[in-house]
């Protein structure tokens, strides 16, 4: 399968608010030393970032897929900010699209994240040459897998200069390890993908069933903006879409088990009525196999099957996924 590509749309914006990078996204200022670097919202792969940035240092929220994405936002960011170093990085959660850029960053860079988070990308490097099954093989530019070395439970607490940044496990929602960092002094919260702003969530390794009382916690902390996993920089109005979508997939699956549907029968033929516009229509079909399995008495994130599930996806959506990743050999090393 021949390499497609993605990310090549300039956005526009405003130069006084936004360092604009070609294929990939753009860095907006949030509130004094928090930056958002949001991209392109094509591509199951495409998730966004961030920077909490001190007098001496920055500490990154997620990285990128690809070693290319998280240098154009390095980039983006010394524009910003001039040639800080960056002391650490946050992983809100263990999917390659926020994390595999990691190891794009000096080995001795501290890595955090949720125990879960650690767990899940080490068994990234005893996984097949290709663990994502689907996912199209187009970035050579490869980097070595790069786990939290430093990870936590509950939560923790992080001071960037004068900033205090709280990492909350906010519970098993779009995966077993999800975590935010809010800032409550600007009432700003980075929400990693338990949040993504017009687009469909990926529920397929975490909870249908779970995940409403995950955005009721998250919407308790009472933030003003939010810095979604993917998608524009939003308010927490979002949470709001998020919850009916919650609703209409545990709805929809409660009936199309009833009758005896396949998820991919299910999702193939439904109105997605306001969901419609959404990108990322395909992953309908991948949380409604998460919906028959926690209706079937799974538990929370336990393993599916994913080949099964993707080959449905890509049925769905009626062409391979639009996500592009370099995992091969030795580039899954830890």
Not at 24 to 53: C, F, K, Q, T
Not at 105 to 125: K, N, W
Not at 142 to 160: A, I, M, W
Not at 177 to 200: K, N
Request: hydrophobic content about 40%; some cysteine.
């Amino acid at each position: 399968m021949g390499k497609s590509q993605l990310f090549t749309q300039w956005y526009p914006s405003n130069e006084d608010q936004h360092v604009r990078q070609p294929d990939d996204g753009w860095l907006s200022g949030i509130a004094p030393g928090v930056l958002a670097y949001v991209r392109a919202d094509e591509g199951w792969l495409a998730g966004n970032a961030g920077a909490l940035v001190g007098r001496t240092s920055m500490v990154l929220v997620d990285t990128a897929a690809t070693r290319a994405r998280t240098q154009a936002m390095l980039g983006a960011l010394r524009a910003r900010c001039g040639d800080l170093p960056v002391s650490a990085i946050v992983n809100t959660h263990h999917h390659p699209g926020h994390t595999l850029g990691n190891g794009a960053l000096p080995p001795t860079t501290t890595v955090i994240g949720h125990r879960a988070c650690r767990e899940e990308m080490l068994r990234y490097g005893t996984a097949p040459a290709d663990p994502f099954p689907g996912i199209v093989v187009a970035d050579g530019t490869g980097v070595p897998l790069s786990p939290p070395t430093v990870t936590f439970d509950d939560s923790l607490v992080l001071h960037v200069a004068d900033t205090q940044v709280e990492l909350r496990f906010m519970g098993p929602a779009h995966t077993r390890g999800d975590i935010v960092a809010w800032v409550p002094e600007h009432r700003v919260v980075f929400a990693g993908d338990l949040v993504v702003h017009r687009a469909h969530p990926n529920l397929l390794d975490g909870t249908i069933a779970g995940y409403p009382a995950v955005l009721h916690r998250l919407r308790s902390l009472d933030a003003r903006v939010i810095v979604p996993g993917r998608g524009p920089v939003c308010g927490p109005e979002v949470i709001d879409d998020m919850l009916a979508y919650a609703e209409f997939v545990t709805d929809l699956a409660a009936d199309g088990f009833e009758r005896g549907l396949t998820p991919l029968e299910l999702a193939s033929d439904v109105p997605l009525g306001r969901f419609a516009t959404w990108q990322d229509g395909e992953r309908l079909v991948a949380n409604v196999h998460r919906a028959y399995a926690e209706l079937l008495g799974g538990p929370a994130c336990a393993p599916l099957d994913s080949g099964r599930v993707l080959e449905d996806v890509a049925k769905c959506r009626g062409g391979p996924l639009d996500a592009e990743i370099y995992v091969a050999g030795d580039d899954l090393s830890v």
